[in-house]
């Protein structure tokens, strides 16, 4: 099999099962198969494929026909222009989470915060959030905060891979419990993108969600608030007050959001996405 008849292969595939892009998937597919760029793909078309790299190809292509996401069929995801690896372990990162990220870094320019900021990333999974306001705001300390080992360690993964190893730092807890989270000192700002599905609404995800993403990063209880609770619940202990936190949302979350924070935050603002959807909830540590 030649790279073209590859192509052409996996795009025929892809179209009967109705993939939104077949010919883009099916490039991105092969590119990792070959570990070569488009451009090489694209200018390499009489090549022929190794037995080996046919036989991973194939079972690539499978795999996306049987609904497994192109990002755990690759190993990445590009998240605020930056490369995460991914695994089955983690939240496939998303463009809408990239608001909640902006909004961090847009708080800092404009409250012109010049001394050494720590942040605290609950719920952090890959890492993408963390490891991202490590990369754009370079006077801060980022802690990721996280249950899962095994996605504690694709979050470290991440930042060495994003050259800010010496800026972030990653623990495992589980907030759902009484313990305290282990951080010397209260945080300047805290920022989360906890499980926010409602238990009623996982089963009506797509199956490429449902399936093969973390039920753990997914469930939020029974109304997709249990962890806006439980931060609210461990807020004066984590966050300095006066400290800034951002929260990203369910699209129909934001009034209930802000009544379990009005409590110990002040100033607790909406913020919409690209979309028009309520996506994320700011505030500030009451004094």
């Known amino acids: 099999m030649t790279v073209t008849e590859a192509l052409r292969h996996a795009a025929i595939k892809f179209k009967t099962v109705d993939i939104d892009a077949p010919a883009l998937e099916a490039g991105v597919i ?28 194939l079972i690539s292509i499978n ?53 050494m900021l720590s942040i605290l990333d609950l719920c952090t999974g890959s ?10 705001i370079k ?23 994003n050259n800010v190893g010496g800026q972030t730092g990653f623990i495992k807890a589980d907030l759902k419990s009484q313990r305290e989270i282990q951080i010397s000192n209260k945080a300047d700002i805290v920022v989360s993108n906890p499980p926010y599905i409602a238990e009623s609404v996982i089963k009506q995800l797509k199956p490429e969600v449902r399936d093969y993403e973390p039920a753990i ?14 931060i609210a619940g461990k807020l004066r202990r984590i966050l300095k007050p006066g400290g800034f936190i951002a929260l990203e949302i369910g699209y129909d979350q934001a009034e209930s959001v802000i009544e379990i924070f009005g ?6 603002k909406i913020i919409k996405d690209l979309s028009g959807n309520d996506r994320v909830i700011t505030g500030f540590m009451k004094n």
Do not use: W
Not at 33 to 48: M, Q, T, V
Not at 139 to 156: F, M
Not at 217 to 230: R, S, T, W
Not at 263 to 268: F, G, K, N
């Open 217 to 230: 990063a997914l469930d939020g209880g029974e109304h997709g608030l249990d962890f806006y609770k439980i």
């Open 63 to 115: 795999s996306r026909i049987e609904g497994k996401p192109l990002q755990y069929i690759t190993g990445h995801q590009e998240f605020m222009s930056l490369d995460f690896l991914v695994s089955e372990h983690v939240l496939i990162p998303r463009q809408d989470t990239e608001i909640l990220v902006e909004t961090v870094i847009n708080h800092v320019k404009t409250t012109k915060l010049n001394n």
């Open 263 to 268: 409590e110990v935050c002040v100033d607790l």
């Open 127 to 136: 890492g993408c959030i963390a490891v991202s306001l490590a990369y754009y």
């Open 30 to 57: 092969l590119c990792t198969a070959l570990n070569k760029d488009r451009s090489f793909i694209y200018s390499h078309g009489e090549l022929e494929l190794s037995s080996q790299q046919e036989k991973e190809f």
């Open 139 to 161: 006077n801060c300390r980022v802690i990721g905060v996280d249950v899962s080992e095994q996605a504690l360690d694709v979050a470290h993964l991440n930042a060495v891979r």
